[in-house]
């Protein structure tokens, strides 16, 4: 009899954290943020008579707090949640050490609750708790829903927010930069690049990239347009 084996032809995405995820909502927050202060000043400034450097100006300072914000924001709160995680692992490995035992019964009592029979997951248990850091692997897993050696790092999601930011946030001011004197240049390529971001966002979710893109197109350019009317009020009244 021939031995059968098996290939496994699926793969699954990250979905613990990393960078992917901080960096995608980063640039997301960032071109809208900023496009809708751009829209915003823009239209003030066009109704109060005045130039473009005001929306440079309004621009640049939009992108270098919003970056900063990001990511001392991701930072904080991924620290925050490694900080909490670290600290369950070790009372998971102080309750090892002194309570062996009742670890082991409750590992049990975990594969007894996913089908396993009585016995069996009394066998599985007591031999995954033969090695300490075995077990505490598979504690950690199965009562936190964490990997051991695969917490998030608060650096790594805090340099994704900052560039990711940086880099959205800077598209619909290079218009402005390069000379554009009106709203029409950054309008186009911010509507190009918000459906953009909406693809890449479809890249870790179960959403289609057209609805996606079209989602976030039509969301960005309602948030801009709601601050464009509202810079223009304000301009008008201040003409």
Not at 85 to 101: F, G, K, V
Not at 210 to 233: D, E, N
């Amino acid at each position: 009899m021939s031995k059968q084996t098996f290939e496994i032809h699926h793969s699954h995405r990250d979905v613990t954290g990393g960078w992917l995820r901080p960096a995608v909502f980063g640039a997301s927050d960032g071109l809208v943020s900023n496009f809708s202060l751009i829209a915003g000043v823009a239209g003030g400034t066009a109704a109060a008579g005045g130039d473009s450097t005001a929306v440079v100006i309004a621009g640049l300072a939009g992108l270098v707090a919003g970056a900063g914000s990001m990511a001392a924001g991701e930072y904080v709160s991924v620290a925050s949640q490694s900080e909490l995680a670290q600290a369950e692992i070790e009372l998971e490995r102080y309750e090892l050490t002194h309570r062996p035992e009742a670890e082991e019964q409750e590992l049990a009592e975990t594969f007894r609750r996913r089908g396993l029979s009585v016995d069996l997951a009394s066998e599985v248990a007591r031999e995954l708790s033969r090695d300490p850091e075995h077990a505490l692997e598979v504690h950690v897993r199965e009562e936190l829903g964490v990997d051991l050696h695969d917490l998030p790092s608060p650096l790594t999601a805090g340099v994704s927010s900052l560039l990711a930011f940086s880099v959205g946030a800077l598209i619909p001011l290079i218009p402005y930069v390069l000379g554009a004197d009106s709203l029409w240049p950054a309008l186009v390529v911010s509507f190009v690049a918000l459906f953009g971001v909406g693809v890449l966002v479809s890249q870790i979710t179960v959403r289609s990239w057209l609805y996606s893109g079209t989602r976030q197109l039509l969301l960005g350019g309602a948030a801009a347009g709601i601050t464009y009317l509202v810079g223009s009020w304000v301009g008008t009244g201040l003409g």
